[in-house]
């Protein structure tokens, strides 16, 4: 049975919660630069306004869809037309040039979640893709569903988790994704997936690899019943939460370990922190074929895949060429937390930010041979 309208089932979220471990900034990461950011125009929105690493030019036009009806109008109209359009969701996980876009930007904000709870197949909700993440995994916890609380502060909307294949901490979301309902642009039509259809692999999908093609719409999750947590996968917050790795814990104490974590490592936005003002990791974690991984360092991480390949660090890889923690010129630097995060540390322009991408790319592609791919969606731009 379809599920009611969203804006007739909307539930009010709890608010994300963002404390957490923040070190003291040093002064010297504190530089106070000549905004280079393109200046507004009058009349037309600023990208970096509405973007996680603050950086972007204006869009020629800006529209903002609060119901899927909307959205679905706003998107194959646009098509129809032949203007350019860019979907934009909370603009955590973009990077736009500083000649903005020459096109219409329609912004995700519909609301709304249908639930079905039942024993024998736990909580089967249907998001709308312009909810908040992080309070869903807060009131998921809230409302006894298990399963995301690993995925606690990533920032964004539930749209955009299935064409990540967002995750964190050992899970992902395509363990938990019963479905997700698109716009295929490609024939202006409605169109359902199921995860077999769905080409998930690590922080990818079919939605990424066809870049654009579809708008998503609602995502729908079956997740577990009760308090306690999935079964723990990553070590680091085993460790945190006291437990061996595949043990549970309460579902509240993981979300709470996980933004302990990800704070302590600039990873959960704070408005007034620059260190936190960035797209997240850059950089994906490289998998390697084992004789590349096996030329690496012998203390190099190594994470072996289900298809014989080996997964290894980026953030590892980055430092171990010689980029530490801060490195950079300007207002594009590293995280002073954690070398996988780019940062804009107040009016840094999408071209520094680049040039610094491209600097580590090739620093780690000239000592060990592997090329990190960006994991950003990149607008107007190119590494």
Not at 63 to 74: G, K, N
Not at 268 to 275: A, F, G, I, T, Y
Not at 308 to 328: D, M, P
Request: aromatic content about 6%; proline content about 7%.
């Amino acid at each position: 049975m379809c599920p009611e309208p969203f804006d007739k089932l909307r539930t009010a979220l709890v608010e994300g919660h963002t404390d957490g471990l923040r070190p003291a900034q040093p002064a010297y990461l504190r530089p106070e630069p000549a905004d280079l950011r393109p200046e507004p125009v009058e009349g037309r929105e600023l990208l970096a306004d509405h973007t996680t690493l603050r950086v972007g030019g204006p869009a020629r036009r800006m529209i903002t869809a609060e119901t899927e009806a909307e959205l679905v109008e706003a998107v194959t109209d646009l098509d129809a037309s032949g203007e350019p359009l860019l979907v934009l969701g909370g603009g955590s996980n973009l990077l736009v040039d500083d000649a903005g876009f020459d096109g219409t930007v329609v912004k995700v904000a519909t609301r709304g979640i249908a639930e079905d709870t039942a024993a024998c197949s736990g909580a089967v909700i249907t998001v709308a893709a312009g909810e908040p993440w992080d309070p869903l995994v807060s009131h998921a916890i809230e409302r006894g569903w298990s399963g995301i609380e690993t995925m606690s502060g990533i920032p964004g909307l539930v749209g955009a988790t299935p064409i990540q294949n967002v995750g964190a901490y050992g899970a992902d979301v395509s363990e938990l994704i019963s479905m997700v309902r698109t716009v295929d642009r490609s024939t202006r039509q409605r169109k359902t997936f199921f995860p077999v259809e769905c080409g998930f692999g690590y922080r990818t999908s079919r939605f990424k690899s066809d870049p654009g093609r579809f708008v998503v719409l609602s995502v729908t999750f079956q997740l577990a019943l009760g308090s306690m947590s999935q079964p723990i996968r990553y070590p680091e917050l085993a460790r945190l939460l006291g437990v061996e790795v595949g043990q549970r814990a309460p579902a509240a104490e993981v979300r709470e370990a996980v933004l302990a974590l990800r704070s302590a490592k600039g990873m959960v936005l704070v408005e007034d922190d620059h260190d936190t003002w960035s797209a997240g990791s850059f950089f994906t974690n490289p998998i390697l074929s084992q004789a590349t991984a096996g030329a690496l360092p012998a203390d190099a991480p190594r994470f072996s895949q289900p298809d014989g390949r080996v997964k290894t660090s980026a953030a590892w890889l980055i430092e171990q060429a010689g980029f530490r923690k801060g490195y950079g010129r300007g207002a594009a630097r590293l995280s002073a937390k954690h070398t996988l995060a780019l940062t804009n540390r107040g009016g840094a322009s999408a071209a520094e930010l680049l040039s610094l991408a491209r600097e580590i790319r090739a620093g780690v592609q000239a000592k060990y041979g592997v090329e990190l791919v960006p994991e950003p969606v990149l607008v107007g731009c190119e590494l």
